[in-house]
Antibody, heavy 121, light 107 residues
Framework: EVQVLESGGGLVQPGGSLRLSCAASGFTFSSYAMSWVRQAPGTGLEWVSTISGSGGNTYYADSVKGRFTISRDNSKNTLYMQMNSLRAEDTAVYYC??????????????WGQGTLVTVSS | DIQMTQSPSSLSASVGDRVTITCRASQSISNYLNWYQQKPGKAPKLLIYAASSLQSGVPSRFSGSGSGTDFTLTISSLQPEDFATYYCQQSYSSPFTFGPGTKVDIK
């Protein structure tokens, strides 16, 4: 059974940093692109970042470019998001997602339960 | 960047109704268009990928069509469990933008 499980969310002050993790199981992790999608309270979905199966290609939304870094450890079946210079507008539930096929343009077919990041003083 | 719009932003319908939601891209995205369903407090669920391919396990009352810039999600006979918010997303080029969503509620 495919599972993706996020951790690392919490309350952080503006300008602070946080690292999200996503533990994956039930599929060949290194074969699939993985993404982070977020949802601010009461709003719609916002794609944040995607990383290819090998980790060699990464893509970011303009809103996080230069502040967030996506990475993966295929030996640990784990996806990461390092978030620096956090702003109030980064407050959201962050979902870890698995692409339904190997290409980075494949949409997510499995989503975690989400982890809440709150940026506030 | 490719902008995605959806219409309507919300609709009220009855069980058994045929429901159609449209999604428009600001430039051609071929068939790189996906549809998701999200219920309150839950993660989104992939319904349709590549504009018209039904994701495994999704009921056949859901269908998608379109190519280029204009796309449609149709629910042929609305069921009680279909009341939710629906999002389109383009996967043609980064940033892989979502539409603003369409909320389907009970009439």
């Amino acid at each position: 059974e495919v599972q993706v499980l996020e951790s690392g969310g919490g309350l952080v002050q503006p300008g602070g940093s946080l690292r999200l993790s996503c533990a994956a199981s039930g599929f060949t992790f290194s074969s699939y692109a993985m993404s982070w999608v977020r949802q601010a309270p009461g709003t719609g979905l916002e794609w944040v970042s995607t990383i290819s199966g090998s980790g060699g290609n990464t893509y970011y939304a303009d809103s996080v470019k230069g502040r967030f870094t996506i990475s993966r450890d295929n030996s640990k079946n784990t996806l990461y998001m390092q978030m620096n210079s956090l702003r109030a507008e980064d407050t959201a539930v962050y979902y870890c997602t698995k692409g339904y096929c190997t290409s980075t343009s494949c949409p997510p077919d499995y989503w975690g339960q989400g982890t809440l990041v709150t940026v506030s003083s | 960047d490719i902008q995605m719009t959806q219409s309507p932003s919300s609709l009220s319908a009855s069980v058994g109704d045929r429901v159609t939601i449209t999604c428009r891209a600001s430039q051609s995205i071929s068939n790189y268009l996906n549809w998701y369903q999200q219920k309150p407090g839950k993660a989104p669920k992939l319904l349709i990928y590549a504009a018209s391919s039904l994701q495994s396990g999704v009921p056949s009352r859901f269908s998608g069509s379109g190519s280029g810039t204009d796309f449609t999600l149709t629910i042929s006979s609305l069921q009680p469990e279909d009341f939710a918010t629906y999002y389109c997303q383009q996967s043609y080029s980064s940033p892989f933008t979502f539409g603003p969503g369409t909320k389907v509620d009970i009439k």
